[in-house]
């Protein structure tokens, strides 16, 4: 038997997916004669034989059959589309619809939105929407695409064409073949696009039709119920009088029935007993006071609420399985503790610590990770704790890293991480997160390459300027000009490849400064030297370079001229010929 295939709607904000959403129901709503369409917890449930009377002649049009019970559409507002979809993972969502504005194209949250859609390898199709914001478009209210498109001027016509195939080739960037539903020969391998309009309600039956015809041709075996045991995610966790804490589920598989067995997978597996399953009146009868009726049974795909003892510290994402047989209960949870497991892992190599809020967000988290080439040390849902924190205290510098992805951070980790010096890294949008990271690590980057600049040994060659010794020794002061390279302070002089004193301290108008470059004339204080006897006015001195300190140069030669490469290798050379015997370690 086939269930209702489920269905969730992504796409940029503002790209209509309210609007379509609110027209899907309209519109079935307004054939309510033929069953109408029945609300469920965060789902539409449209039947099949109101699937028929919205789409009316195009099934025959396109020989489709509909053999499934109805389509299961889940309700998702703009900004929580991503975190429903993180929520239920990859084993819920059968299909989804990219909502895009035609006018628009790909945007940022499109893009995101199929990243989450690789990640869970959820099929989809994309509805194009805004086609009555096309200019000089002639709405066709509530008509096919196709019969629509048709009685549009040829300017129109060409203009669709246009903003089609400019998403053809967006999509295409993004890897996927796409085309206009019309055209495809092969759907398992082309992405199909349906302009339509959630204003007019043009393209709405094509895709109902799309959508009902890919469930029941490439997701047969998916969708068939495979037994009596239901299996769900759970959508979110509510406090509802009389009952106390209760869990709106969406079972995709199965059967569930009050006083049923209630296996609940997380950090530790929970196992409670149905006490009440609550459905949604339709729609109609939703203004009446008692806006839920307790049910016996139900039967995936739905959408239901459900009322059970020991709910606390259950969450959003986790697995439940409902069944009547009590000696099933072990396979489920040893089940249960496999799936977490297949995502969760700790490592021996280096890396970051992630922690997310669901096996969903994580499974999604590591895999934008391994994308970006980012290392994992451990991943697990949960909070961030002090153990975390630890952990991460053993990592190199940049992995010294936890992601902490719509979860809390212990007070006791949040003070350890302060005093480690470990980066926590808080955010509800994985790419906020990865961006986030990301720019740190380029700053830190950047803050060592220049910490490592700045402590150079560099070459320098220097001329005592003649008429400006200010005393002769203890330390000899004397006027210089930089001739080549950078002078810095606590470095060797050498003349003639021997050594005359050290540099301690270089002012430039009365103030002390680090170094002086090409050009620059100051005044130095050398230790060790005398005027007049190892050294004298006019006498060109170097400081002392090694090979070590020319190699440690190579990897700025982007920012170092090439004379002072040259600076260095003389003094190099120099040194060789006269047998220097300064240790190399100074």
Not at 53 to 66: A, E, F, R
Not at 237 to 243: I, L, P, T
Not at 376 to 382: D, F, L, P, R, Y
Not at 453 to 479: N, T, Y
Request: aromatic content about 6%.
């Amino acid at each position: 038997m086939l269930r209702q295939p489920i269905i969730c709607v992504l796409g940029h904000v503002d790209h209509g997916k309210t609007t379509l959403l609110d027209k899907i129901r309209a519109t079935a709503i307004a054939a309510k004669e033929a069953g109408g369409i029945t609300q469920a917890i965060g789902a539409t449930e449209i039947p099949k034989d109101t699937i028929e009377k919205i789409c009316g002649d195009i099934l025959k049009k396109y020989n489709i059959k509909l053999e499934i019970p109805g389509l299961l559409i889940l309700d998702t507002p703009g900004h929580e589309a991503f975190s429903l979809l993180r929520r239920i993972g990859g084993s819920c969502a059968d299909l989804a619809i990219l909502v895009i504005d035609i006018n628009e194209g790909v945007q940022a949250q499109t893009k995101e939105s199929i990243e989450y859609l690789k990640t869970f390898r959820t099929p989809f199709v994309v509805a194009a929407t805004k086609i009555d914001r096309i200019p000089g478009w002639i709405p066709q209210k509530d008509k096919p695409f196709i019969e629509s498109f048709n009685k549009q001027p040829e300017h129109v016509k060409q203009k669709l064409e246009e903003l089609v195939y400019t998403l053809v080739a967006q999509l295409s960037e993004l890897g996927f073949d796409a085309e206009r539903f019309d055209r495809i020969s092969d759907f398992k391998k082309t992405v199909a696009i349906i302009p339509c309009s959630g204003v007019t309600g043009e393209g709405i039956q094509e895709l109902l039709m799309i959508i009902s015809g890919l469930a029941q041709v490439f997701l047969k075996e998916k969708i068939k119920i495979k037994g009596e045991i239901a299996y769900g995610s759970i959508l979110e966790v509510k406090e509802m009088k009389g009952f106390g804490t209760v869990i709106d589920v969406i079972f995709y598989d199965g059967e569930a029935h009050k006083g049923d067995w209630l296996v609940i997978g997380g950090e530790e597996i929970k196992v409670t007993k149905i006490k009440a399953i609550l459905k949604p009146k339709p729609l109609s009868e939703l203004r009446t006071e008692k806006r839920f009726e307790n049910v016996s049974s139900v039967k995936a795909a739905c959408g239901v609420r459900i009322a059970a003892p020991d709910l606390e510290g259950v969450k959003a994402g986790m697995p439940v399985v409902a069944l009547s047989n009590e000696k099933e209960i072990e396979k489920i949870k040893e089940m249960l503790k496999k799936d977490i497991q297949s995502v969760e892992f700790e490592t021996t190599g280096e890396g970051i610590i992630v922690k997310a809020d669901t096996l969903g967000s994580l499974d999604a988290l590591i895999n934008v990770l391994k994308k970006e080439n980012i290392p994992i040390k451990k991943a697990e849902v949960g909070n961030v704790s002090k153990n975390d924190v630890m952990l991460a205290d053993t990592q190199e510098k940049y992995n010294r890293v936890i992601l902490a992805f719509n979860v809390e951070i212990d007070k006791d980790a949040e003070i350890e991480a302060k005093n480690r010096k470990i980066k926590i890294f808080s955010s509800n949008v994985i790419y906020k997160l990865i961006e986030d990271f990301n720019t740190w690590i380029e700053r830190e980057k950047e803050r060592e390459k220049k910490e490592k600049f700045e402590a150079l040994r560099r070459p320098a060659k220097i001329k005592i300027l003649p008429g400006f010794v200010f005393r002769q020794s203890k330390p000899a002061i004397v006027g210089i000009e930089v001739l080549e390279g950078v002078l810095k302070r606590e470095v060797k002089l050498i003349k003639n490849g021997k050594e005359i004193g050290e540099i301690k301290e270089i002012q430039s108008e009365g103030q002390t400064i680090e170094s002086a470059k090409k050009g620059d004339r100051v005044a130095i204080s050398i230790e060790g030297a005398v005027i007049g006897r190892n050294v004298k006015e006019g006498d060109i001195l170097y400081t002392y370079f090694t090979k070590e300190d020319l190699k440690a140069m190579e990897e700025f030669k982007n920012e170092i001229p090439s004379e002072e490469f040259e600076l260095g290798k003389e003094i190099i050379e120099m040194l060789k010929k006269a047998s220097t015997n300064i240790s190399s370690k100074i």
